[in-house]
């Protein structure tokens, strides 16, 4: 390999020490003149450089298109890979979110009639506002036409529910009757259209004129709830109007009984009749004109409110006891 | 037996031979290697260039859902209404505890001859019961009645609590405590 180098590398140039340190030779008083032998590099012939050069020209050329290939190309699509791969992969998931929402909008567009009825029917049985007295005189009918007296009926609004936006109307009840009509009654409470909780209750008898009476109190809630959604195009709609836990439900719903003012007698609401073809449609057929009965601006007034002495006063806390 | 270097070849041809080598070796080399970055280079290159292509057809499916949703803005609304009133009645539902059955399952485990004066819950679950009875018998058959296993098991047990006879009328004063299964009276 010596050969490969420059002959001229090889020479030596021979330096005067004193010209380099004289001061130090002069210090030690010195005045010998010493040479040192220096190689000489300064000189390497452009022929050489462009023999080795062009000898490896190829490989040189390789390595430096391996360096652009992999600074350019390579290591930047190397680092972009995994953030490209998270985005389509969270583009791709909110596309199928979106596309699952566009079934399913078009799905309640397509039966927006029975969407709409129920709409009425279940802000039938879970309303917006309090309505007291419409929940009273409901109660009262309830009560009556289990063939329970009733005594008092006293309400208080109450605490928030667990739903967000859940309020409750709390309701005492003292009435007397049979034990049938005590049933009676826990069902009517159970099967009402405009939903009555029954928290706690209790009986004793009592022997009034011969007759051996069922006197109980009641603590009731009725809730209601105010709902404002608003529509967030990237949210998904949960709601299916066509799985058999929405339908058994609404089934239900469409199957409590109203008891509004001024009906004396208790009917139940909108029939409820299966789709002839249930592959057709998924949904419970509800008639068009579902019963909404008119409210009046006056209630009729409250009977009998006084209080029988067998009846301990039921106390209407914001507390639950159960 | 000896061996003897019979390479005639003077110093500079071996210097030569050694460079072609050298030079053949590392062109070889830096070809291969060349190829090899080539092509991981095309790979990635075209990878990335795939999912930004993906990427954008995503988009414009996106956008495109995006304003079939906003159109239908109304229907979503009332949807959500519906979901939200919808989900706290079955809430509602789900939770309600029906008395009346109670009521019936516990009536007909009263015996006849055996009356019940008084019903009261204590706390969640158990009912402070109190009456008259024609005799022992009958208490004792009410608390077995009570306590028998049915289906379904909507009493969890019946504990006397007190008894007194009546002297003037060989009758029986009891009170029980029951206590009953909440679960069991929720969803029917």
Redesign the interface.
């Known amino acids: 390999m010596e050969d490969l180098l420059p002959q001229e590398s090889q020479e030596s140039t021979e330096i005067p020490v004193e010209d380099l340190n004289s001061s130090s030779n002069l210090a030690l008083g010195d005045k010998t003149s010493r040479k040192i032998k220096m190689p000489n590099v300064s000189f390497i012939p452009k022929e050489k450089i462009l023999g080795i050069l062009i000898n490896f020209l190829v490989p040189l050329l390789c390595l430096i298109g391996c360096g652009i290939a992999f600074f350019v190309f390579l290591y930047p699509a190397y680092q972009e890979i995994p953030s490209l791969e998270s985005t389509l992969s969270t583009k791709t998931a909110l596309s199928s979110q979106l596309n699952r929402k566009v079934s399913v909008l078009k799905e309640l567009v397509d039966f927006s009639s029975q969407v709409e009825a129920y709409v009425q029917v279940t802000e039938k049985a879970l309303i917006s506002e309090p309505k007291v007295p419409e929940l009273l005189a409901q109660i009262d009918n309830m009560s009556r036409e289990s063939g329970m007296d009733v005594f008092s009926l006293n309400y208080s609004q109450s605490t928030s529910g667990d739903a967000p936006g859940m309020r409750f109307v709390d309701v005492a009840l003292a009435s007397s009757g049979s034990f049938e009509s005590l049933v009676l009654f826990l069902k009517s409470v159970e099967n009402a259209s405009r939903l009555v909780v029954l928290k706690d209750f209790r009986y004793s008898y009592s022997d009034r004129e011969g007759t051996r009476l069922v006197s109980a109190s009641f603590q009731l809630q009725s809730p209601y709830l105010l709902v404002s959604s608003t529509a967030v195009t990237d949210e998904p709609i949960e709601l299916s109007i066509s799985s058999p836990e929405f339908l058994s439900d609404m089934e239900k719903i469409l199957n409590l009984r109203q008891y509004g003012i001024g009906e004396s007698s208790a009917v139940p609401s909108a029939p409820v009749s299966l789709p002839e073809s249930a592959s057709q449609s998924p949904l419970i057929s509800v008639p068009e004109t579902v019963p909404n009965p008119d409210l009046p601006s006056e209630l009729p007034p409250m009977t009998p409110t006084e209080i029988s002495p067998d009846l301990e006063p039921v106390p209407v806390s914001q507390e639950n006891p159960l | 037996m000896s061996s003897y270097d019979i390479n005639l070849l003077t110093r500079?041809e071996k210097?030569e031979q050694v460079?072609t080598k050298l030079?053949k070796l590392?062109?070889v080399?830096?070809?291969f290697?060349?190829i090899l970055?080539?092509c991981?280079?095309?790979y990635?290159?075209s990878?990335?260039q795939n999912?930004?292509k993906?990427?954008k057809e995503?988009?414009i499916?996106?956008t495109s859902?995006?304003n079939?949703?906003?159109e239908?803005?109304d229907?979503?609304?009332?949807?959500?209404?519906?979901?939200?009133?919808?989900?706290?009645?079955?809430?509602?539902?789900a939770e309600?505890?029906?008395?009346?059955f109670l009521?019936?399952h516990f009536?007909s485990k009263i015996p006849i001859g055996v009356?019940?004066?008084?019903?009261?819950?204590r706390?969640?679950s158990e009912i402070d019961i109190s009456g008259d009875a024609e005799n022992y018998l009958l208490v004792s058959q009410f608390l077995r009645n009570l306590n028998e296993v049915a289906d379904p098991q909507v009493f969890t047990s019946a504990d006397l609590t007190s008894v007194t006879l009546n002297a003037s009328d060989r009758s029986v004063k009891y009170a029980i405590v029951v206590s009953f299964d909440v679960e069991s009276l929720k969803g029917r």
């Not at chain 2, 229907?75 to 539902?93: C, H």
């Not at chain 2, 309600?96 to 009346?100: A, E, L």
């Open positions: 500079e210097q460079k030079v590392s062109s080399l830096s070809v290697l060349l970055v080539g991981l280079s095309f990635y290159f990878k990335a999912l930004k993906s990427i995503e988009d499916k996106i859902m995006r079939s949703i906003q239908m803005s229907v979503e609304v009332s949807a959500r209404n519906l979901f939200q009133r919808y989900t706290a009645i079955e809430g509602i539902f309600r505890i029906y008395y009346s009521l019936e009536n009356t019940v004066n008084s019903f009261n819950f706390g969640q």
